[in-house]
């Protein structure tokens, strides 16, 4: 059976069946958590824009008009949330000269002990590049996050960060350029497994969304498939 799309699920619950918005939690974890990690630097807050991200989108479903895909409004909802957050905090992150901040980076990578042991123990690795994605500036991570991460279009992108597609562009290829390709290869990683959302974190989002909803709780006990990714659909049982 096909999977059920978001906006089919979006009309049902709008329709009377508010419990199905689980599906759309488990299916947009991961790109929010991501999303917010990428423009806060910090787990447990990313955690808070998430929830409040779900909370604000199933509060305002009925302005949800399918003028574009529901991820993309969700995303923006999350992306909202956090720029938000961030100014709150009045942590407000200053656009160095790209020299510059490729210099930082680089000597904060020579300086790491490099030895074939640390080398090879792949959670070194991982910190390594995630360490390098947070010294790019913000406007660089949302734009690598969303692109090679998310895999998401120049368009959508752009949607989400509202920004033209031409900024995007331009922004993706200085991140690309201050990262290097190099860093990938010798990290022996892919962009993907940056910032995996362990199952225990879905579990927990989705669990509070529910509550500060006043939903019953969700319908699977916990999120238990590869990468954090549900693979049991509450509609199709599949």
Not at 9 to 38: K, Y
Not at 93 to 101: F, G
Not at 123 to 148: G, K, M, N, Q, T
Not at 154 to 166: K, M, N, P, R
Request: glycine content about 4%.
């Amino acid at each position: 059976m096909p999977e059920v799309t978001d906006e089919e699920v979006v009309r049902r619950v709008r329709a009377g069946e508010p419990a199905l918005f689980e599906i759309l939690v488990r299916r947009h974890n991961q790109r929010l958590f991501r999303v917010a990690r990428a423009i806060l630097k910090d787990e447990a807050e990313s955690e808070d824009v998430m929830q409040q991200a779900y909370v604000n989108a199933f509060t305002s479903l009925h302005q949800f008009e399918e003028r574009a895909r529901f991820s993309t409004w969700l995303t923006r909802i999350a992306v909202h949330e956090a720029l938000a957050r961030r100014r709150r905090r009045g942590r407000f992150e200053e656009v160095d000269a790209m020299a510059e901040t490729h210099e930082k980076t680089m000597e904060s990578l020579t300086s790491r002990d490099r030895s074939p042991e640390d080398a090879a123990l792949g959670r070194e690795l991982r910190a390594i590049l995630e360490a390098s994605f947070d010294a790019l500036p913000e406007i660089y991570r949302s734009v690598f996050l969303l692109r090679e991460v998310e895999a998401a279009s120049t368009t959508e992108t752009a949607e989400c960060l509202g920004i033209s597609e031409d900024t995007v562009k331009t922004r993706l290829h200085r991140a690309r350029a201050l990262l290097r390709d190099e860093l990938f290869e010798r990290a022996g990683l892919t962009a993907a497994e940056l910032f995996p959302l362990h199952l225990s974190r879905c579990d927990r989002v989705l669990g509070r969304v529910f509550a500060r909803l006043g939903l019953p709780g969700p319908a699977t006990p916990h999120c238990d498939c590869p990468n954090g990714v549900c693979g049991l659909d509450p509609i199709t049982g599949d």
